[in-house]
Every structure is written in structure tokens, then in C-alpha cells.
């Protein structure tokens, strides 16, 4: 009987393997074992070791390979380039948990796991060229899960590799999208709160812990006030906000409760700085915190620290 497993297979007995999990693209729960002293070259033709069927990928784009322990991945020239940990790389060292961006795929470096039934390196070089059809009929996309790849991680990747495209993300009861062009954050909105600025948005998707990703094909429509902001710029901010918000709400009331004006007021409400004092109007008519934040432009740590202000001054109180 001829052995019909490609050459250098992972599936070789005895060997000390590391997996590649892919966590993301059409073989999403895929995992590939690469074994001490094997050659892995991945791209689009049929007769390579790990072949993946789509555009994005070239013929011949990446080199994986395992040498006294140590896991290496190398460009071999592809056209879109590949990415570790979000940098684009002509060689690399691999370690745990490091993430492989090969056209839509992305593809984490862990400790095997073989689980009966699980895709082998076989059946993943066997059944991918049967995927030709289904990947000319439509564009590639990327999906995932947020717990897999949190969404830092996911728009530092699209930074780096300058991806067009809409990013949806899923939470149990929140949808939002995240329009990138050449890797830069254009737009942003979340379906259940429309009226947020596209900054406020993204700044509250980065909390989301949970839930699902897809990047969809890119969206040309014209949008009124655009960010076209650099990622890196954006998660700094918005992981200085995340922090100093944790601290301000700690000393409000929960985000279900109402704040109500204090009678008397400590003073009349013209003292009050007019942003101050509009904030107290939309407070006071308010049903619950969640609905204050969900109700300005203004970002919610500036929200929050405006409230604050106002509880400590005397003119509001939880309700």
C-alpha cells in the first residue's frame, strides 16, 4: 500500500511537536504539528506541505520549520507578507502563544492537543485543495473568537498588515463594526447605540471580552465625521481611559441606578459651568447611569468625571 502523507509529516511517531492552531479562516479548529527537524512550506499550490486555498496567499509564502527545538517561520516572498504578534517578519523564532497572520489565517503556536477526530496535518493538506471552488465564488474572510484573539491584538494585526475591510464584532447581546482602510480606523458604530461618536465606540468594544469577529469586505460609503486614526494612537488612549474610567465609576453608584438632584441644591444651577450643568439636565431625566453615558458625544471617562463632580459638589445624588 503506498503511503500517500506529504513529506516530512507531522504525523511521523516519536518526534517532540509543537501545534499550530488555527484560530482564525476557513480552517478555523485546524491544528498542524510540526515535529523537531521537519521543513513546512505553506502557500497556495497543491504540492506544498500545508496548503492554503485563497488569493491572499502566495504560491509559495512561508517557511515553518523546527531545529533543536526551536520553531522559525520565514517569508519566502509572498506578496502580502506575513505577520508575528501583528509585525510584519521576513524571519522569526516562534514561541507559545505567538500568532502566524498567513493571508486570513491566523494560526497560534500551542502544545499539541490531539483529540479523536480532530483534523490532522493530513487531512488539512488533503482537504484544502477541495476549497478552490468555494474560494473563487467568494472573498476570503477572517473570523474568530474574541476570547482566541482579543480585539487589541486583532486591530494591531490590521494596522500592521494595512487590511481594508469591515471588522463585526459579536457580543451575547451588542453588535458593533469597525471600518478600517489601509489599516486605519475610518469609521466605528454600535448597532444598539447608534448616536455614539465613532471614538466612543471603539473605546467600548475594547472592553468586549467575549463574543465572535469577521472581517467582512470593505465598505466605500462616505461617512460624515471619519476618524482615519492610527491604531496604535487609539489603544494607548483607549487603554488610559479604560483605567482611569475603572477607578471614577468605582465611586458612582452602579450603571442601573439614577442619580437625582439634591433639594436644595447647594447652590444655584447657573454656578454651574455650562457642560456641568447640561449634564445634570440629562441626569436628572434619566432613568439609569447606563442611559447618561449612552446619551452624549462625550466620552465616558469625561462623563464620568463630570458626575463625579457633581455628586461631590452636592448637586446630585443616587436615587
Do not use: C
Not at 180 to 190: E, M
Not at 231 to 237: A, R
Not at 238 to 244: A, I, M, N, T
Request: aromatic letters at 4%; hydrophobic letters at 40%; a neutral charge.
Amino acid at each position: 500500500m503506498t503511503d500517500d502523507r506529504p513529506p516530512n509529516s507531522s504525523e511521523s511517531r516519536g518526534a517532540p511537536a509543537i501545534g499550530l492552531k488555527f484560530i482564525s479562516g476557513k480552517y478555523q479548529g485546524g491544528e498542524y504539528l510540526v515535529r523537531e527537524g521537519q521543513v513546512v512550506v505553506v502557500g497556495r499550490a497543491n504540492d506544498l506541505d500545508m496548503v492554503l486555498v485563497e488569493d491572499m496567499v502566495s504560491r509559495k509564502h512561508a517557511r515553518i520549520s523546527m531545529s533543536q527545538g526551536v520553531l522559525t517561520v520565514e517569508d519566502l516572498g509572498s506578496t502580502n507578507g506575513t505577520f508575528v504578534n501583528g509585525e510584519k517578519i521576513t524571519r522569526a523564532v516562534l514561541h507559545e502563544g505567538d500568532r502566524v497572520l498567513i493571508g486570513t489565517n491566523i494560526l497560534k503556536v500551542v502544545r499539541p492537543t490531539p483529540r479523536p477526530g480532530s483534523p490532522s496535518s493530513r487531512q488539512l493538506r488533503r482537504t484544502a485543495p477541495r476549497l478552490v471552488t468555494a474560494a473563487q465564488e467568494e472573498a476570503p474572510r477572517m473570523a474568530g473568537s474574541l476570547e482566541e484573539i482579543p480585539l487589541p491584538d486583532l486591530l494591531q494585526l490590521f494596522g500592521t498588515s494595512r487590511k481594508d475591510g469591515v471588522l463585526t464584532l459579536r457580543s451575547a447581546s451588542l453588535t458593533g463594526k469597525i471600518y478600517l482602510r489601509q489599516g486605519s480606523l475610518h469609521f466605528a458604530a454600535i448597532q444598539q447605540a447608534p448616536l455614539l461618536p465613532a471614538l466612543k465606540a471603539i473605546f467600548r468594544m475594547l472592553t468586549w471580552r467575549q463574543g465572535v469577529f469577521e472581517l467582512e469586505p470593505p465598505d466605500a460609503r462616505v461617512f460624515p465625521e471619519p476618524l482615519d486614526h492610527g491604531v496604535q494612537e487609539v489603544l494607548m488612549e483607549g487603554f488610559r481611559q479604560q483605567d482611569e474610567l475603572a477607578t471614577v465609576l468605582a465611586k458612582l453608584p452602579p450603571l442601573e441606578r439614577r442619580l437625582v438632584a439634591r433639594s436644595p441644591l447647594p447652590a444655584p444651577l447657573v454656578a454651574l459651568d455650562p457642560k456641568l450643568r447640561e449634564l445634570m439636565q440629562l441626569a436628572t431625566g434619566s432613568s439609569s447611569l447606563r442611559e447618561v453615558f449612552d446619551a452624549t458625544p462625550r466620552l465616558d471617562l469625561d462623563v464620568a468625571q463630570s458626575l463625579l463632580q457633581l455628586v461631590q459638589r452636592g448637586y446630585l445624588q443616587p436615587g
